[in-house]
């Protein structure tokens, strides 16, 4: 068994305009259909949380700000991955 995805620690940087990278190690197969690799991609977010992160602080953080903006006229995203069932929508 394997983590599917590497947060660094600590998860999140220290400064909002520091970035770092999230890693995904994706189990797929060799053109034979034979023999398994794990791919290992990184991804370079703003923000990262890690599993003990409760949905307070991934709140606070990530979707106030974005809310407040909105209510504000602007426009805003937010990407959330994980497992199904892993608490995303809470």
């Known amino acids: 068994e394997f983590d599917v995805v590497t947060v660094p620690d600590p998860p999140a940087p220290l400064l909002p305009t520091d970035a ?3 890693v995904v190690h994706n189990c797929q197969m060799h053109a034979d ?4 690799f794990i791919r290992h991609q990184a991804f370079d977010v703003t923000r990262a949380f890690g599993e003990n992160a409760s949905s307070d602080e991934v709140y606070e953080v990530s979707a106030a700000p974005m809310v407040a903006g909105a209510l504000a006229g602007g426009v805003g995203a937010l990407f959330m991955y994980g497992q199904t069932g892993s608490g995303k929508t809470h």
């Open 33 to 36: 259909l034979k023999r398994m």
């Open 20 to 22: 770092t990278d999230v």
